[in-house]
């Protein structure tokens, strides 16, 4: 079989394709992952969710955990630095029955950091170690890791990172190209990732500057992965999916019709709604909808009047206006199809 067109197996499932949403806060909630599952994810990530907040029973760390009908799979990924903490919050997760519980252990972002979490874990490899041994006593969902190459280029430690992680019982490491001092600037080393990929035993998933079905594409091949994270590059795009899943496949690729991203975007925001209330909903979506219609026609003024939609009404009004409006992939679409 063609190594590029193998299907990662994790925690005894086989997956139908190496294609997976990450864990990206603001965007990857389960309206959201629903879609992008519909569209050929083979495994999407919850937002990033606080053991510390989760134990505490804070009211909106459970619609953290919330989990769309239409996702046969999904992961939670907590964060935190206290390993009881995060045992406790394991535990409790559990009961979602989630394919895997991540952990985090790359957030560059500071105020994560400052409390001794993400990727101010890469610093102490025994306390990651530390932590998922923990996680992995308290429950029997297996337990996966997300890290950086290492807190800047003068201490790249991944491997030993990663060593920790599996040695304590990971089922699974996910390594993003950049250092935490890099954040999301300059250039995602892939060669990490391979190095990664032929060091351990466990399944290597690779993350960073993945925008296209060709790049998601050229992960695979170059580094020997057995799966590729879409972060930035599926904001507001799940249609990247279903090109990359074609473009895996030997398919033509799809090209969408605004009218077919409109109806996409309808069915996410009436999850949404289901998922949030109308209220919570509709704000939330204002960012979705930006997202959406970047880089199409009259994307600009449509995006004017969304920011201003408080009702499904409103927006479903908008959505129309959208539908409505032809480009140059219509007409690509339309002759694909003929």
């Given at each position: 079989m063609d190594m590029n067109r193998k299907t990662p197996a994790l925690a005894g499932v086989q997956l139908e394709s190496p294609f997976f949403l990450a864990p990206v806060a603001g965007y990857s909630d389960a309206a959201y992952r629903s879609v992008c599952y519909e569209l050929g994810a083979a495994l999407c990530y919850t937002e990033m969710v606080s053991s510390e907040a989760l134990i505490r029973h804070h009211p909106k760390t459970s619609l953290l955990l919330q989990r769309a009908e239409a996702e046969k799979h999904y992961a939670i990924q907590l964060f935190g630095a206290k390993p009881e903490v995060l045992a406790q919050a394991a535990a409790m997760v559990s009961a979602y029955r989630p394919l895997v519980i991540d952990l985090n252990c790359g957030c560059p972002v500071p105020k994560i950091v400052k409390s001794g979490a993400g990727s101010a874990l890469l610093k102490t490899p025994e306390k990651i170690a530390a932590i998922v041994r923990a996680m992995r006593e308290a429950t029997d969902i297996p337990i996966t890791v997300k890290i950086r190459k290492g807190w800047d280029e003068a201490s790249v430690n991944f491997l030993e990172?990663?060593?920790?992680?599996?040695?304590?019982?990971?089922?699974?490491?996910?390594?993003?190209?950049?250092?935490?001092a890099q954040g999301y600037s300059g250039k995602a080393d892939w060669t990490a990732i391979a190095e990664l990929a032929r060091h351990l035993a466990v399944p290597v998933f690779g993350?960073?500057?993945?925008?296209?079905?060709?790049?998601?594409?050229?992960?695979?091949?170059e580094t020997g992965c057995s799966g590729?994270?879409?972060?930035?590059?599926?904001?507001?795009?799940p249609f990247v999916f279903a090109r990359t899943v074609a473009l895996w496949q030997g398919r033509p690729l799809p090209v969408y019709t605004n009218a077919e991203i409109a109806e996409v975007a309808r069915r996410h925001l009436e999850r949404s709604v289901q998922f949030l209330g109308e209220k919570t909903a509709c704000v939330e979506f204002r960012k979705q909808f930006c997202a959406y219609t970047r880089g199409r026609p009259r994307g600009a003024a449509l995006r004017e009047q969304a920011v201003h939609c408080s009702t499904r009404a409103e927006f479903q009004a908008v959505l129309d206006l959208f539908a409505a409006e032809t480009s140059d992939s219509d007409a690509e679409a339309a002759a694909d199809r003929s």
């Amino acid at each position: 079989m063609d190594m590029n067109r193998k299907t990662p197996a994790l925690a005894g499932v086989q997956l139908e394709s190496p294609f997976f949403l990450a864990p990206v806060a603001g965007y990857s909630d389960a309206a959201y992952r629903s879609v992008c599952y519909e569209l050929g994810a083979a495994l999407c990530y919850t937002e990033m969710v606080s053991s510390e907040a989760l134990i505490r029973h804070h009211p909106k760390t459970s619609l953290l955990l919330q989990r769309a009908e239409a996702e046969k799979h999904y992961a939670i990924q907590l964060f935190g630095a206290k390993p009881e903490v995060l045992a406790q919050a394991a535990a409790m997760v559990s009961a979602y029955r989630p394919l895997v519980i991540d952990l985090n252990c790359g957030c560059p972002v500071p105020k994560i950091v400052k409390s001794g979490a993400g990727s101010a874990l890469l610093k102490t490899p025994e306390k990651i170690a530390a932590i998922v041994r923990a996680m992995r006593e308290a429950t029997d969902i297996p337990i996966t890791v997300k890290i950086r190459k290492g807190w800047d280029e003068a201490s790249v430690n991944f491997l030993e990172a990663a060593d920790a992680a599996v040695g304590a019982g990971a089922a699974a490491v996910t390594l993003h190209g950049r250092t935490r001092a890099q954040g999301y600037s300059g250039k995602a080393d892939w060669t990490a990732i391979a190095e990664l990929a032929r060091h351990l035993a466990v399944p290597v998933f690779g993350s960073g500057d993945v925008f296209s079905p060709e790049a998601a594409l050229a992960m695979l091949a170059e580094t020997g992965c057995s799966g590729v994270m879409f972060a930035r590059g599926a904001m507001g795009n799940p249609f990247v999916f279903a090109r990359t899943v074609a473009l895996w496949q030997g398919r033509p690729l799809p090209v969408y019709t605004n009218a077919e991203i409109a109806e996409v975007a309808r069915r996410h925001l009436e999850r949404s709604v289901q998922f949030l209330g109308e209220k919570t909903a509709c704000v939330e979506f204002r960012k979705q909808f930006c997202a959406y219609t970047r880089g199409r026609p009259r994307g600009a003024a449509l995006r004017e009047q969304a920011v201003h939609c408080s009702t499904r009404a409103e927006f479903q009004a908008v959505l129309d206006l959208f539908a409505a409006e032809t480009s140059d992939s219509d007409a690509e679409a339309a002759a694909d199809r003929s």
